[in-house]
């Protein structure tokens, strides 16, 4: 019998300074406006515990004070930090304080590269939600209204530049409408106003990132080191399965909503895709569809580690591929990550 694990959460990390973390009540207000609109199952993950905005503790996040963009690059702290929450969509407000310094834009988007390509590596298909920052005013930096207008002015480049379809960067606008006088309590840091506002602002494209092309569709099976899915049907938008005998193989492909995506699962251990059954040829071969036939090949067993093992060895992603249209075939179980895999 195959048995599932239950079906993880959406895992959203906020990224940034102070305004992010000290006290960050924005994040508290996105999370209600979500859990009252039917997103109730959005996990907000980081190691900085939840604070308290009055109304309740606002998520976990990954919101410090006096961070840079260009710091957090230097010494190398994303990585860990990304180890730990597994984030599927990353919401970055960072390079307030960077301008505060004196960094200059280029210097600050180099930054954001470098965490850019952090995220991808712990998850291929992380979804990144930059926001071009709320104005400044302090009356201590009179040149950081126009070094935050200039940052602002070139985000929408850069993430033109840099983002894919499997691992979308989408700008959110935090900036226009933002009025420091009102909307900040000393020229940086939000006002109850400001958090509003912020809160307001990243709903829209956070939901859209949620419902995006990325995210998996009940009855996917997705792959753990690559955050693929199993595809195995023909047809416009899918990967067109090659021919084996009476059969076809199947491959990773980025997840969507579509049938050659949806899995079912029987209790004799069988994994349908229509009329046909995931099938165990040998080892070190493609993994096919095949007609189902109840032979001993087309049982599978999803162990507790997210390993399905079928004929004595397991479902693998050929050479820890990461890439659209890496084969999928039967190999010796060792535990790696491209023998994972979670049921939706």
């Known amino acids: ?182 909307d900040t309590h000393d020229g940086v840091h939000p006002s109850p106003a400001g958090e509003r506002k912020l809160a307001r602002r990243w709903y829209p494209p956070l939901v859209a990132a949620l419902a995006g092309a990325g995210a998996p569709r009940a009855g996917s099976l997705v792959g753990a080191g690559s955050g693929l899915c199993l595809d195995g049907a023909d047809g416009p938008g899918d990967v067109a399965a090659a021919s084996v005998g009476a059969a076809t193989s199947v491959r990773l492909w980025d997840c969507r909503d579509v049938a050659g995506q949806r899995f079912t699962t029987a209790t004799t251990g069988e994994i349908r895709l229509g009329e046909r059954c995931l099938q165990a040829v040998a080892p070190e071969l493609p993994v096919l569809l095949a007609a189902c036939d109840g032979d001993a090949d087309q049982r599978w067993a999803l162990a507790g580690d997210g390993q399905l093992v079928g004929s004595g060895h397991c479902l693998d992603a050929l050479g820890s591929g990461v890439d659209n249209g890496t084969p999928v075939i039967l190999w010796r179980c060792n535990g790696q990550q491209n023998q994972r895999w979670d049921r939706f």
């Open 1 to 182: 019998m195959l048995v599932s694990p239950a079906a993880t959460h959406p895992r959203v990390m906020a990224l940034g300074d102070s305004i992010t973390g000290s006290p960050g009540c924005w994040r508290a207000l996105l999370a209600g406006e979500l859990d009252g609109t039917g997103h109730a199952d959005v996990d907000f993950v980081g190691t900085q515990p939840a604070t308290d905005c009055g109304g309740g503790p606002s998520p976990a996040h990954e919101g410090h004070g006096g961070f840079r963009a260009a710091g957090i690059v230097l010494e190398n702290r994303l990585p860990g930090w990304l180890t730990r929450a597994r984030p599927d969509v990353v919401l970055m407000h960072l390079g307030t304080n960077d301008v505060l310094a004196g960094e200059s834009a280029p210097a600050v988007l180099a930054a954001y590269t470098e965490l850019l390509g952090q995220m991808r590596r712990a998850n291929p298909a992380v979804r990144l939600l930059i926001a071009q920052l709320i104005p400044l005013a302090p009356p201590t930096c009179p040149d950081c209204p126009a070094r935050v207008a200039e940052l602002n002015a070139a985000i929408p480049g850069w993430a033109r530049a840099h983002g894919t379809p499997r691992s979308p960067v989408t700008v959110v606008d935090q900036w226009t409408g933002f009025d420091p006088a009102v």
